[in-house]
């Protein structure tokens, strides 16, 4: 997605190293879907319980050195500010913490647009 690699890996949106650090979030959440029957019934609905955590999300988006580089690198210099915001900690950052913090969050909300064209399932 990134570099144009043709290889991709799949990639966690937060990594397993980053998700024992922040707090546990189930995910559980209610999904409507409504629709027109194609067989002319009518409106269809249906409502189910999904687990919309972001630590279940994975993507097919990133090549290796992408994912496993470019992402680490950014997530480490990321990660205490993740952690201490998670904990509702008042934080003071540095520009050098702005632009850290506000690359990975536009790049993870990147790859997570990528799993849902056109839907909004919100996390």
Request: charged residues 20%; aromatic residues 6%.
């Amino acid at each position: 997605m990134f570099c144009g690699a043709a290889k991709l890996t799949s990639a966690h949106l937060i990594s397993r190293s980053l998700q024992k650090l922040l707090p546990a979030y189930d995910g559980g959440t209610t999904k409507n879907d409504m629709w027109i029957d194609p067989a002319g019934e009518g409106l269809r609905y249906e409502s189910k319980t999904v687990n919309v955590s972001p630590f279940n999300h994975q993507v097919k988006r990133l090549c290796h050195e992408c994912n496993g580089q470019w992402m680490g690198k950014m997530e480490a210099e990321t990660r205490d500010l993740l952690v201490a915001l998670s904990r509702g900690e008042r934080v003071s950052l540095t520009s050098s913490q702005q632009l850290s913090l506000s690359t990975w969050t536009t790049v993870v909300s990147m790859l997570r647009s990528t799993q849902d064209p056109g839907r909004s399932q919100g996390w």
